[in-house]
C-alpha cells in the first residue's frame, strides 16, 4: 500500500513538474518568438521600434525613477535652449525671476539660487548682472515627459524655405531683430535637415506647463516656443495665428523675452 | 532524475538564446539609430548642396521641381547611407561657429571669405556666389548686409573630416565644465559676451557627459578651415574647442591656452570666432 502511494505521489510529482516545464517552455517559446518579431519589425519599421522605445523608456522612468536608455537616442524629448531676456524699466533694476516646472532640468546658466530664484540686476539694453558676473541671459535647458503640444494649427514649411519662414515670423511674433537672428542661428541647422517641417508656436500649453513668475510683476511678457516635427512630404494644417501669442506684448518698462522650442520626433 | 536534467539544460541553453538575442536586438536597435540619424544628416548635406549648386535664384521653384529634388535626394541619400554604415567614424560637424566682426569706424565695407574643402551645412547671411560674406560693421559689432538687414554675428556650420589634435588639452568632470570654461575662455581672450553665448550652446553637451577630454585647436582647425578678411586683418581670434566622451579621468599634458590668443589685440578691425566639435 505505501509502495503504490509512493508511486501515486511520485506520478502525480512528476506531472506537476511537467507541467511546470512545459509552461516554462511555453513562455520561453512565446519571448522567442515575440523576439524575432521585434527582430524583423525593427529591420522593416525602425521608427516604431524608436516609438516604441521611447514610450517604454518613459514609462519606467515614471513608474520606478530609473533612468533608461533602450536605443541610445535619450529619454523624452527635451526643452531646447530657451533663453530668458530681461530688459529692466530702468537700469541695475532687481528682479526675481522664477521657473516653475515639474521637468527634469538638464542644464541652467547661471544656475538658480538655493529658492529657485534668478535674483538678477537687469539694464534697459537687457544687460543682466547676476551675483556680479555679467550675462547676455538667462539660459535653462529641461526634458519633460507628460505634455502633447498642440498641433492643430501651424505651418508646413519646406527645409529650405525655413529661413524666410522663420525671419517672417518672429518678426511678426514681436522678437526684435537681436533675439531672432539669435534664435535663427540655432534652429535653422536643425529645421534645413528635414524635407519639411511640421511647425507650431505653442502658447497656453507651453505657458501652463512653464510657470514663469516675475517679480515685481509685469503684464508684459512674450514666450515663443516653436514645436516641429521633420515629415516627409507636404501636408495641409491649418495656419495659425501668431497675434495670439503676441497678445498685448509691449517693450515698455519692465518686460521679459523668451524664446525656445522642442524637436518631436 | 536524469529526465530532469535534460529539461534543465534545455530551460538553460534557451534561457542562454533569450539572453544573446536580447543583446543583439538592442544592438541591432542602436545601430538603426544611428543609421537613420546619419540618413537624416546625409539628406541635409546633399539640400545644402543642391540649393548652393543651384543658387539662391532657385528657391523660389514651383511644385514639380520640389517633387524632383526631393527624389533625388532619396537616392543619393540611399547611397551616402550606405557609405556611412561602412566608415561613420570619419564624420563630423564642424558646429555653430559664428564670427563677430568689430570694427575701429562705423560703416567700414567688409568682406569674409571661408576657404574650405568641407561641405558646407548651414550658413546665416548667406554667402554671395563666390563664397564671400560682404557686410558692412560697426564699432559695436553690429554687422549689416548689402541688402541692410542686421545680424549679430556671421554663422556657418559644415562637415568635418580633419581628425585633431588631442596631445595637449585637458580631462574635465562633466559637472566641472562651468567653472572650467568661464576660466578657459576668460583667459583665451573672448569677452564675456562672446564666452556667454559660447558656454550656453556647449555647456549641455559637455554636462551631458561624465568626463570630457577636451582640447583647444588651432592650426589644424584654421587650415581646414581658411578665413581671409578683406581689408587686411591682423588681429584675428579663432577659438575651436574639440571635446571627446571619456568614462573617467585620463592623463593629458595641459595646454597652453596663450598659444591661442597670441598676440590678439581688441584694435583696429578685429575678429573673433568661436565654435567647436564634438568627437566620437
Redesign the interface.
Known sequence: MEQNQDKVQGKSKKKGKLIVLISIGAVVGALLSMLVMVAIINTLFPNVVRYVCNSLEMAINDLTGVVVDFNGDGIGPSSDKPVIYVYGAEDGQEVKVRLDTSDEMLCEYPQRDEDGYWKVKADKDGRLIIDEEEYNYIFWESRYKDVSWDFSKGYCIKGSDSREFLENKLEEIGLNRKEANEFIVYWLPRLEKNEYNLISFQDELYKEHYKLSIEPETKNTLRVYMTFKGIESAVKIEEQDLSKIKGDFKREGLYIVEWGGSELK | MKF?FI?VA??GI??L??GI??VT??Q???N???V?NIQ??S??RN??NE?KESGEVK?SSSGAE?KES?TN?ETSECNESEEHSIDNNVYELAK?P?IYIYSDVDDKYVEVSLDTQEKM??E?P?RDENGIWKVVVNRDGSVTDLDGK????L?W?AENTVEYDFSKGFCIKGSDS?EFLDKALKDIGLN??EA??F??YW??QL??NEWNLISFQTDKYTENYDLRVHPHCDNMLRVFMTFKKVDGPVEIKKQDLSDIKGNFRREGLHIVEWGGSKIK
Open positions: 530532469n529539461y534545455i530551460l534557451s534561457c538564446i533569450v538575442l536580447t536586438g538592442v541591432s536597435a542602436k538603426v539609430t544611428k537613420n537624416v544628416e539628406s541635409a539640400e545644402s540649393s528657391e520640389t526631393s535626394n555653430k559664428v551645412l548651414c546665416y548667406k542686421e545680424y549679430n554675428y554663422f556650420e562651468r564675456r559676451k556667454n553665448e558656454i550656453i555647456l549641455p554636462e551631458a
